[in-house]
């Protein structure tokens, strides 16, 4: 493995690792935002029925015949 890392270096790619930190911390990020904003639009979980959402999180229309 420390080979790869080596070539990769003497070839010119070192942004490579770089790159494939960029990715897994957008995609991280990308996750969190949507999961937020799925738990926010579900049914509540007991204890938070009357809780009220945030204002950034933008509301979800279900499917017609749902109560939301």
């Known amino acids: 493995m420390s080979l790869y890392f080596a070539t990769a270096a003497t070839a010119g790619e ?3 690792g ?5 990715v897994y911390v957008v995609g991280f990020i990308a996750a969190v935002t949507l999961g937020s904003v799925a738990w926010y639009n579900s049914k509540r979980p007991a204890g938070w029925e009357n809780k009220e959402k945030p204002d950034f999180v933008p509301t979800v ?8």
Do not use: I, K, Q, Y
């Open 18 to 22: 770089s790159s494939l930190v960029l």
């Open 61 to 68: 229309d279900g499917e017609p015949g749902e109560e939301v």
């Open 14 to 16: 070192a942004g490579a």
